[in-house]
């Protein structure tokens, strides 16, 4: 049997709808079909780790967030990179098509 994955947005959903009392956890685990107790050890595990929700300071957050804005500025840098790669490598080839072999030499090209 396939052990299933639930994502922790899901998890969330489901122990706030649990909180809430709105409808039986018998019933919502009928309804999502997951057993009981694994509901209950998400909502024990919810319960327990609700205090770090606010224990993270402000510049916790600050660095999570210069963290994220600085690998995006990385990706996109990977992303230009690849870029040129690939337009240098098209004129040295196109430059050897027109100017010949020896282009490097003509046009005072000169290799890092």
Same mark, same amino acid.
Request: glycine share 8%; net charge positive.
């Given at each position: 049997m396939k052990k299933r994955?639930? =994502?922790a947005e899901y998890k969330t959903k489901i122990v706030l709808e649990?909180? !809430?009392?709105?409808?039986?956890?018998?019933?919502?685990?009928?309804?999502? =079909?997951?057993?009981?107790?694994?509901l209950q050890n998400w909502k024990k595990e919810f319960i327990e780790n609700a205090s770090r929700a606010f224990s993270q300071n402000k510049d916790e957050k600050e660095a999570q967030k210069i963290i994220s804005e600085t690998k995006e500025r990385e990706e996109k840098l990977m992303a230009k990179l690849g870029q040129l790669v690939i337009e240098n490598d098209?004129?040295?080839?196109?430059?050897? !098509?027109?100017?010949?072999?020896?282009?490097?030499?003509?046009?005072g090209y000169k290799k890092l």
């Open positions: 994955q639930f =994502s649990i909180i !809430q009392g709105d409808e039986q956890i018998g019933a919502i685990a009928a309804r999502e =079909s997951i057993s009981r107790n694994q098209w004129l040295k080839k196109k430059s050897a !098509q027109v100017l010949g072999p020896d282009w490097e030499t003509k046009s």
